[in-house]
């Protein structure tokens, strides 16, 4: 039986506001459950300070639940928007919309589970820091819901503009595309911006007197955590505001997608290897105070050198998405290209992570002996993340391979 | 819904071209820009040894910048501190804006935070130069090994992009459901509170992530 169009961009939507809310719900919660866990080790440990435990525990869960509650306003959106006359890529692209949305929210969710619950943990510790570590937490898991939020930039712009200058073929790939690439390059930096909020959180507690420095460091340290969710944006936005209506539909369609799925999952493994450099930093830094200008100098660098496997996947984007191509129905036109972007995307996965962690031992040394060692440490460092990257550089050599040998 | 889309213009030929503007985000920049010389004049007019209103407040912000621009920095440059807390309340009264009805922060549009993103980067390459002279600032290029070269290159341009599009994302991502969940609830009890969350408090700190990572870049490059 033959749908109609309009009957076609109903279902999308209702896809959507299914992907939204069902992806959106899985960080928040997780996030939430570590708190609350958190604040019961945190009233079994001081059961005197039960009362602010418990009401900080909720603060910072609602915090945390944002990127929850912006999934559920997308799929209520969704679900219940008018799609008359709706051209058939506005199915695409509420499909997209939703994808976006939901995946963005996964990391921002569980991200900001980590500040509440070391802000427990901390009051129960030490309670006369009870104020600073509130305020401190409210910061920090309000920084690490900004991945969720490109998220729902992209979800809201694929939601209502209009889509009908684009044609169908290869502009649904563009639009679906798009929201592949901002939602799965949140997820690494979600969960990464959270970490440095949890270790300064907890740190403060430890080192009252040195709040003002550990926050800078943890907003530092998240800020960065969140570049590679910036490059996601960056190529969604690139998907859905350049022309494709003069490009030959088939392999066009292949390379858009792929240019999402390359940045969008080599995001995710940068975005949590900056996180774990960012969090030693911040801990490092409320242990001893006078090494946070070494310690941030170390963060930095070590952060640039864990995020180049997503510049590399943001390369092979630009590739795709810029260099154009012969139409052609062969199967080899479209699955190089569609693979290229695979094969960067997941190659940049693990070094991301492995450098991230490389720098943050590194930075956790050198928090320890700031003085002595911390040029030796920052070479080692150098060299230890060239080597893990080597397998990125595979990824990205395969992926070359594929776009202009075969 | 439409305001999501729609861009005020004004449009200007000359010799030829046809030049756009965006209205809103130039008065808006504009109303901030006022704000702050008229703020300027005030805390400045008398300077005595006992403040008056207005200079107290203008010395509690030199006074919360001049710590964390003096620890970031070495004796030579902290004759950046000025430009710091004007990026800083610049930004900052931007963001401000849009809890007032009928205004709306010129950082929504991302021609502002990318301009204040190319700002930084130009003045911290030229403070990179300057303090380290232009052989020590092209050898940072080819660490760890030279055909690192490109990589190295596409990481700092990487760097305006990140700041301006974290400015802009976040502003516009608060504008966006300020605007939606108040149109959903029909403009009930919710919007004030959210208003209180994505304009004041997300606001502050974007506009403080966005200094501190402009006064980090320099910090870096001088090192």
């Known amino acids: ?406 | 819904m439409n305001e999501l889309t729609n861009v005020p213009h004004w449009y200007l030929s000359l010799g030829g071209m046809r030049l756009e503007f965006n209205s809103e985000t130039l008065i808006m920049s504009w109303i901030v820009m006022g704000v702050l010389v008229v703020f300027g004049f005030l805390a400045t007019r008398k300077l005595s040894f006992l403040p008056g209103s207005w200079q107290s407040l203008g010395e509690v912000m030199v006074n919360a910048f001049q710590g964390l621009v003096s620890d970031a920095l070495d004796e030579r440059n902290r004759h950046y501190f000025p430009l710091i807390l004007t990026v800083f309340l610049f930004i900052w009264l931007s963001n401000m804006l849009g809890v007032i009805p009928g205004l709306s922060e010129p950082t929504k549009d991302l021609n502002t935070p990318l301009a204040y993103g190319l700002l930084g980067f130009v003045i911290s390459h030229y403070a990179g130069i300057k303090a380290k002279g232009i052989k020590a600032y092209l050898s940072e290029y080819v660490q760890p090994m030279f055909f690192m070269a490109p990589l190295n290159i596409i990481g700092e341009l990487s760097k305006v992009v990140s700041i301006s599009f974290r400015l802009y994302g976040n502003i516009m991502g608060g504008s966006i459901i300020i605007l939606v969940v108040s149109d959903l609830v029909y403009g009930l009890v919710l919007p004030p509170a959210l208003n209180a969350f994505f304009g004041l408090f997300v606001g502050t700190i974007q506009a403080f992530v966005f200094t501190m990572l402009t006064l980090v870049y320099i910090s870096v490059q001088t090192k």
């Open chain 1, 1 to 406: 039986m033959p749908f109609s169009t309009e009957t076609w961009v109903q279902a999308a939507a209702f896809l959507g506001a299914g992907f939204s809310v069902g992806f959106g719900a899985i960080g928040a919660a997780l996030g939430e459950g570590y708190a609350a866990g958190n604040a019961s080790r945190a009233i079994g440990k001081n059961p005197a300070m039960s009362g602010p435990i418990l009401k900080n525990m909720l603060i910072g869960q609602a915090v945390a639940e944002s990127a929850g509650i912006f999934a559920l306003v997308i799929a209520m959106l969704l679900a219940f928007m008018s799609t008359e006359g709706a051209p058939m890529i506005e199915a695409w692209a509420l499909l997209g919309s939703g994808l976006a949305m939901g995946l963005s929210a996964i990391g921002s969710g569980a991200g900001g589970g980590f500040p509440a619950a070391e802000a427990c943990m901390g009051i129960a510790d030490n309670p006369s820091t009870q104020g600073a570590l509130t305020t401190n937490m409210l910061i920090g898991s309000a920084v690490s819901q900004t991945p969720a939020i490109f998220g729902m930039v992209v979800a809201f712009m694929l939601m209502f503009i209009d889509w009908s200058s684009q044609p169908l073929w290869p502009g649904w790939a563009a639009v679906l595309g798009a929201g592949l690439a901002v939602g799965l390059a949140a997820i690494g930096s979600g969960v990464g911006s959270g970490m440095p909020a949890g270790s300064a959180t907890a740190g403060m507690a430890r080192q009252p007197a040195a709040a003002t420095t550990i926050r800078t460091n943890m907003l530092i340290g998240s800020a960065v955590s969140q570049t590679p969710a910036i490059f996601g944006m960056v190529v969604a936005f690139m998907l859905m505001f350049v022309d494709w209506s003069n490009s030959p539909p088939w392999p066009t369609w292949a390379a858009l997608l792929g240019a999402g799925l390359s940045t969008g999952l080599s995001a995710i493994g940068p975005g949590i290897g900056n996180g774990f450099t960012a969090q030693e930093a911040s801990a490092g830094i409320a242990r001893v105070p006078e090494a946070s200008g070494p310690v941030t100098t170390t963060m930095l660098i070590g952060q640039t050198v864990a995020q180049s496997t997503v510049i590399y996947g943001f390369l092979v984007s630009l590739i795709l998405l810029f260099i154009p191509r012969e139409a052609s129905e062969s199967m080899v036109a479209w699955v190089a290209p569609l693979s290229a972007g695979i094969c960067m995307g997941f190659g940049g996965i693990g070094p991301g992570v492995g450098e991230g962690l490389a720098a943050a031992y590194t930075v956790n040394r050198i928090a320890r002996d700031y003085e002595g060692v911390s040029v030796l440490l920052t070479r080692v460092m150098l060299v230890g993340q060239a080597v893990s990257e080597s397998t990125g550089i595979y990824s990205l050599i395969v992926a070359l391979l594929l776009l202009f040998v075969i």
